[in-house]
Structures are given as C-alpha cells and as structure tokens.
C-alpha cells in the first residue's frame, strides 16, 4: 500500500504513512481541517449516508473534502520538492 500522504513510498506495515514526517503532515492536515473547515450543516451528515442531509450541508461537505485535498496536494508538492 501506498502511504497516503507523500503516494510515492510504501507504508509501513499496519500503517496508512511511510514515516514520521508523513504522519506528521497527516496529522497538522487533520488539525486544520477540524479548525478551518465549516462546521457540519446537520448532524449526523455521512451517518445517514446524506439521505437526510440539506443541501447546505451537502455543499460544506464538499467544500471540506475540495480543501482538505488541496492541503493533501500542497504537502506532496513540498515533500516531492525537497
């Protein structure tokens, strides 16, 4: 498997990162999502796997996920260009 953060090295056995300097880009991407994201417009929003969701909601998902993937492509820029 490849390690989710950088893509290019293998992960570490039982693990999603191929060292402490992905997991602790891993982690910073987490603790800004958390941060700078919209709060969730309903509860509960991927629990009911958006059935019950408005469509406000719907849209702060998606804004969430675009900004979390550019966070996950600014970090793989920096990785690959050190």
Do not use: H
Request: net charge positive.
């Amino acid at each position: 498997m490849k390690c989710q953060v950088c893509k290019t090295n293998e992960a570490k056995p039982n693990s999603i990162v191929c060292g402490d300097r992905c997991n602790n880009a891993r982690l910073e991407i987490i603790r800004l999502s958390s941060k700078y994201t919209p709060t969730n417009g309903c509860e509960n929003c991927w629990g009911d796997l958006g059935q019950g969701c408005t469509k406000k909601c719907k849209e702060e998902f998606k804004k969430s996920d675009e900004f979390v993937a550019e966070l996950y492509s600014l970090v793989r820029g920096v990785l690959n260009a050190s």
